[in-house]
C-alpha cells in the first residue's frame, strides 16, 4: 500500500527557516517523482513544485511563486523528501502535502499545517 | 504564466447531472487532470488524461475535453459528492491548478 506521510509543521515566527519532510512507503521512492503542494486556509491549490526521480537525475522545477525561498531535496536512501523554506513570512502560512506524480497526482499524504506568526 | 479558469461554485439537484468546466488556452493540447477535496482531507484524483478514470472511482465520474474547454460529469450526484474540485495541467515543467469549484448538492 502506497503511503505518504509528512512531518515537521507546527508554528514558527516570521524570518525563520522551516524544513518538511515527507515520508513514503509501499512504492519505489527512488524512481518516483515527488511533489510538494500548498494549500493556504480556505483558498485553492498551489503547486510548489516537483523533485524528479533518478531516471532524471532528481532535478526540481518550481512554481513561479515558489523559486525563491523554497528549495525541494530528496534523500532516497531514506525514502524521504524535503521541503525547505526559508524568511518564513505570514502569507506561508496554509496546509503543505505532498503528493507521488505518476500520471496524476495519484497519492497524497494528509498534509502538515504550518503556521507563521511572532 | 499559464491559467486555468473554474467556475467559483456550482449547484446541482441529487441525483442529477453535475457540469464542471475547465477553461484554458488551447487546452486540448494538453492532458487534463481533475482531483475531487473533501473538507479536511487530502485531494484525490477522480480523472486522469482527460478521460481515464483511477480504480475505485465510481463510473458515474467522467471527462471530456473540446477546444479550450475541459468538462468534468458526475451523474446521479450523491450528497458524498459535495467536494471542491480542481482541473490541472502541465505547462511545459509547471503544473497549473485551476482555482476550483465548490460543488453543492441541493
Redesign the interface.
Known sequence: EVQLVESGGGLSHPGRSLTLSCTGSGFSFADSAMNWVRQAPGRGLEWVGIIRGRAYGGTTSYGPSFTDRFTIRRDDSKSVTYLQINNLKSEDTATYFCSRWVDAFDFWGRGVMVIVSS | ?YELSQPGSVSVSLGQTATLPCWGNNLRSKNV?W?Q?RPG?????VI??DTKR?SGIPDRFSGSISGSTATLRIKGVQVADES?Y?C?VWDG????????TKLTVL
Open positions: 504564466s487532470h482531483y477535496q482531507q487530502a485531494p484525490v484524483v486522469y488524461r483511477p471542491d480542481y490541472q515543467s509547471t503544473a497549473v491548478f485551476g482555482g476550483g
